[in-house]
């Protein structure tokens, strides 16, 4: 089922190209500031945990050393699901007419969304070379695991955007409850913290949240020390294909319920 559906999105790539830079155009051709927000509001977000943490708290043992750059290394990735998920609660809803006379596959509007997200996460990736340079800290050979972690991210959210794009089809209320999760998620995912200070104990639980391992990949660069080991990543990696399964099955199952209500 997966490779049918990239077959498909190949097919379709130009037009999958046309409209996500003719998506980004409209989003942030409203803004005088333009393209320059994709960096501004991680970057706020970054720095406000960053002075919270570390100035105000004095924090330096919640994550490892640079800890601006520990926290923006993550906080990117972590903007990117963020946003990603929170919009594929809304590609089925309000779209009936264009739904209704499209020739696309109709999972093309969830990629959509999700390569349109990615572009922004792109876009803000000087971030994380402006926090290189801040701290004087450069990366290892085991930074060619990043787009390592950018490509298994991207298959995590297309399980989870069509998972959470259908069910939002038949239930609205499901994007308020969505809020809700990632926020708690937020605190759930090491991103303020290294997965070191999480009790002996407790950690094996942690690595069953699929960004744990995907953060790790980020992180392997600077901090090749932060690697929890194979357990971990093929805990939290299954869970990725797990949730791929179930995000295709479930679309698969409503997607005619989606096109009837258009």
Known sequence: ?????????WRYRSVLRMLVMRDLHIKYRQ????YVWAILEPLGMSVTM??????LLGGKKLGLQPYYLFLTVAILPWWWFVNSISASTRVFIGQNRTLSVSQLPTQFNVVRVLVARAADFVLSLPLVVAAMLITWTFPTAWILLYPVA???????MWGVGLLVASVSAMIPDL???????????FYLTPVLYSLSNVPAGARPLTYINPLVGVLGLYRMGWWPGEHEGWKAYATSFT???ILMVIGFVTFRR?????????
Do not use: D, N, S
Request: without cysteine.
């Open 31 to 34: 803004f005088r500031l333009g």
């Open 254 to 262: 409503v997607e005619h319920r989606i096109l009837k209500a258009a």
């Open 150 to 156: 950018m490509v298994i991210q991207f298959a995590l």
């Open 1 to 9: 089922m997966p490779y049918v559906t990239e077959v498909l999105l």
């Open 175 to 185: 994007a308020r409850i969505i809020r809700i999760v990632l926020r708690a998620a």
């Open 239 to 241: 869970v990725i294909a």
């Open 50 to 55: 960053w002075f919270v943490f570390e100035v």
